[in-house]
């Protein structure tokens, strides 16, 4: 039992590069969630999915896309990185969207130079 | 909307002294709240939570408790380790059913 899985774990892209984030969760949870972490900020919420199927936005979805592939996975796309997007990304998961105790990855480090 | 307000860290303790980080909220209704823990390169875990008011959340010795009348979660140990160094995450549930996190507290212990 892995919990909540998230490849890469550290990625350096030039401005403009795009990538792709992947997240599973082997918890058979309903909801998974995208954060960014950057120093002084806490953590914001990007966008999350309540269940398969479908996704909404989150305090800082800009420049951001996801794709809830399947129950398990759940992936954030930067279609072209900027400088701005440097910052710790986690990914959670829960059983249900309503405030239930989140699960997390343990985060994937970027950097835009 | 709602909000949360934990103390900036970071503290430094000696181990064995008590710990208190403070947290308070803003919000409407009465929203669960939570402690998580952050270790050095991992994700967050859940700490304890609270899911209405006067109740006490309890966990490796930690203990928070609800205070509506002074929207108050904050986090407390008798004797902290160096173990215990990590950085720590107030939250709330928010109306819409998201979490809302705290800045973070980071916590360094000192042997």
């Known amino acids: 039992n892995a919990g909540v899985t998230q490849t890469p774990k550290f990625q350096v892209l030039k401005t403009g590069q795009s990538m792709t984030l992947q997240c599973a969760q082997d918890?058979?949870?309903?909801?998974m969630y995208w954060y960014r972490q950057d120093p002084g900020m806490g953590l914001r919420l990007i966008y999350y999915s309540a269940s398969e199927g479908t996704t909404d936005k989150g305090e800082v979805p800009n420049g951001y896309n996801v794709s809830r592939l399947n129950k398990r996975e759940f992936s954030l796309r930067l279609e072209s990185a900027a400088p701005s997007q440097t910052s710790v990304y986690f990914c959670?998961?829960?059983?249900?969207?309503?405030?239930?105790?989140?699960?997390f990855g343990p985060g994937t480090r970027l950097t835009v130079l | 909307g709602n909000s949360v307000t934990q103390m900036e860290g970071p503290v430094t303790l000696s181990e064995e002294a008590f710990l208190t980080i403070n947290c308070t909220y803003t919000a409407t209704g009465y929203p669960s709240l939570f402690w998580y823990v952050q270790y050095p390169g991992e994700g967050l875990q859940l700490l304890l939570k609270?899911?209405?008011?006067?109740d006490k959340g309890s966990n490796k010795g930690f203990e928070a408790t609800y205070r509506k009348e002074t929207t108050s979660f904050h986090l407390e140990k008798g004797s902290v380790q160096v173990s215990d160094s990590a950085v720590y995450f107030c939250?709330?549930?928010?109306?819409?059913?998201?979490?809302?996190f705290g800045k973070g507290t980071r916590l360094h212990i000192l042997p």
């Open positions: 918890m058979n949870h309903n909801s």
């Open positions: 609270a899911t209405k008011a006067d």
């Open positions: 939250a709330l549930e928010n109306r819409d059913d998201k979490i809302i």
């Open positions: 959670a998961s829960s059983e249900a969207p309503n405030g239930d105790t989140q699960y």
